[in-house]
Antibody, heavy 120, light 107 residues
Framework: EVQLVESGGGLVQPGGSLRLSCTAS????????MHWVRQAPGKGPLWVSR????????DYADSVRGRFTITRDNAKNTLYLQMNSLRAEDTAVYYC?????????????WGQGALVTVSS | EIVLTQSPVTLSVSPGERATLSCRAS??????LAWYQQKPGQAPRLLIF???TRATGIPARFSGSGSGTEFTLTISSLQSEDFAVYYC?????????FGGGTKVEIK
């Protein structure tokens, strides 16, 4: 069974940093592109970032580029999102999501989400 | 950036009835569109990809159609577990984008 479990969410002040983790199981993690998608309260999901299977390529939404960094450790079956210079508008539930095949930007499995609240 | 507009925002349907949800794109997507279902407090769940292909384990009462700029998700006979919010998402070009959602509620 495919499972994605996020951790690391919490309350942080504006300008602060947080690192999210997503631990994967039930599939060959190193074979899949992985993504982060966030969802602000009462809003639709918003794609944030992706990383390819061997961590040689990444990209980011304009709203987070230069502040967020996506990485992965295939030996640990874990995906990360380092979030710096956080703003109130980054408040959201952050989901890690699996792309089914190379190059896909749609998502066949999602984690349960990690809530990030940016507030003073 | 391609924008998706979903309608209606809220759809009130009785159990057993048919529900038809619309997703309109600001530019052609070919068939690069997915549909997701989201229940309160849960992550989105993939229903449809490639505009019309059901994901693994999705009941046959869910069907997707359309291409280009007009897409439809149809639930042929609503069950109690189908009351939820439904999102369309395009992956035709960067960045991928989700619509604002349609809430299907009990009439």
């Amino acid at each position: 069974e495919v499972q994605l479990v996020e951790s690391g969410g919490g309350l942080v002040q504006p300008g602060g940093s947080l690192r999210l983790s997503c631990t994967a199981s039930g599939f060959i993690f190193s074979s899949h592109w992985m993504h982060w998608v966030r969802q602000a309260p009462g809003k639709g999901p918003l794609w944030v970032s992706r990383i390819n299977s061997d961590a040689t390529g990444t990209d980011y939404a304009d709203s987070v580029r230069g502040r967020f960094t996506i990485t992965r450790d295939n030996a640990k079956n874990t995906l990360y999102l380092q979030m710096n210079s956080l703003r109130a508008e980054d408040t959201a539930v952050y989901y890690c999501a699996r792309a089914p095949s190379y190059g896909d930007y749609w998502f066949d499995f999602w984690g349960q989400g990690a809530l990030v609240t940016v507030s003073s | 950036e391609i924008v998706l507009t979903q309608s209606p925002v809220t759809l009130s349907v009785s159990p057993g009835e048919r529900a038809t949800l619309s997703c309109r794109a600001s530019q052609s997507l070919s068939n690069n569109l997915a549909w997701y279902q989201q229940k309160p407090g849960q992550a989105p769940r993939l229903l449809i990809f490639g505009a019309s292909t059901r994901a693994t384990g999705i009941p046959a009462r869910f069907s997707g159609s359309g291409s280009g700029t007009e897409f439809t998700l149809t639930i042929s006979s609503l069950q109690s577990e189908d009351f939820a919010v439904y999102y369309c998402q395009h992956y035709n070009s960067w960045p991928p984008f989700f619509g604002g959602g349609t809430k299907v509620e009990i009439k």
